[in-house]
């Protein structure tokens, strides 16, 4: 039997698109729109905790009478903070240690299959990933990110019934990729065990690849859902990142000039203690993205908070709202914002 050639589909978000870059592109201009007064742009490590993030995760199912996956009670979970961390070494072959942003992102959800009208037993699904990058002198350069995970994904030939092959399951995911200063090169690292719904025994799966980098705009792909926050959102921008869910080097693109907008919100805010309700139409920005190299083309939709004011930004330009198709035209995930917490 033909088994699928990708990763589970949640091990790959939340990736960006795939596609080629040009040779040069100019330097994204950031700023740090998650604070409060965004002119505070470096961190001084008298804080250690910023601020929590919580979303509802649903699923869009694309209707079929044959096989179909279906995922329920999802949350997806960013925490972000600062860390010492060690950026490289001196002349002398010391340490050099400075404060660095931590970002954490986790996300839990449900999931089954049906065939026709069987069901297969609910299984639940899991993926952290936390990443370490510098300040924004140094332009949110990434340092180390690891990413694991438990998930299920369909097999890719159409099972008629649960006798067969119809899930794949990655266990013990790991994937850590290192960069080097002055970010010219990464390594990767990738483990996990790999079993299918009629074996009984998993396989374990061991691979590394260290690659070069092109570092201008280039961030680790675990970072880029909060650095785009930092951007200025009336203007369309090009990064670079690595696919280390396909283990390779490829690149992101955003295809389709931000769009200012009226946004509907309805979560909860949390600051200096103090708990109130934002439910209504706030000013916002929704992005489109495309895969266009290896993927299905489906769009990538996103909707970012509009900054406030440059002393006195209210909503920090959080995520508000994310739409990702899943591989092989599974269906979609949407996240929510429903609590922001700012420490």
Request: proline share 3%; charged share 25%.
């Amino acid at each position: 039997m033909k088994k699928i050639k990708y990763l589970a589909p949640l091990l790959a978000l939340p990736l960006l698109l795939l596609g080629g870059c040009k040779n040069t592109t100019p330097a994204i201009g950031l700023s740090a729109n998650w604070n409060r007064d965004t002119a505070i742009g470096n961190l001084t490590g008298e804080k250690t905790e910023f601020e929590e993030l919580v979303y509802d995760v649903t699923f869009e199912s694309k209707p079929t009478e044959k096989y179909a996956v279906h995922y329920e009670n999802g949350t997806y979970k960013t925490r972000l903070g600062a860390r010492l961390t060690e950026v490289g070494k001196d002349d002398a072959g010391n340490p050099v240690n400075e404060f660095c942003y931590f970002y954490r992102t986790s996300l839990e959800i449900d999931v089954y299959f049906t065939i026709g009208e069987q069901k297969s037993e609910t299984f639940r699904d899991t993926l952290v990933s936390e990443v370490l990058f510098r300040n924004l002198d140094n332009a949110l350069q990434p340092v180390k990110s690891v990413k694991t995970g438990v998930s299920h994904t369909p097999v890719g030939n159409n099972p008629k019934s649960f006798e067969q092959d119809y899930y794949a399951f990655f266990d013990e995911y790991n994937c850590t990729v290192e960069y080097d200063n002055p970010l010219t090169s990464a390594s990767i690292s990738r483990s996990y065990k790999e079993q299918y719904s009629t074996q009984t025994e998993a396989a374990e799966k061991k691979s590394e690849l260290k690659t070069k980098l092109k570092a201008d705009n280039f961030f680790d792909n675990e970072q880029i859902m909060f650095m785009l926050r930092g951007t200025d959102m009336s203007e369309s921008v090009t990064l670079k990142t690595l696919n280390s869910t396909a283990f390779a080097s490829m690149s992101t693109v955003r295809t389709v000039m931000p769009k200012a907008t009226s946004y509907a919100v309805d979560f909860s805010m949390t600051e200096n203690a103090e708990t109130k309700q934002v439910n209504g139409s706030i000013d916002a920005y929704s992005f489109e993205f495309s895969y266009s190299s290896g993927m299905s083309g489906q769009a990538q939709q996103a909707v970012y908070a509009a900054r406030t004011n440059v002393n006195d930004n209210l909503y920090r330009n959080v995520l508000l709202y994310m739409e990702v198709p899943l591989f092989s035209d599974l269906g979609t995930l949407k996240y929510t914002l429903k609590t922001a917490t700012f420490l």
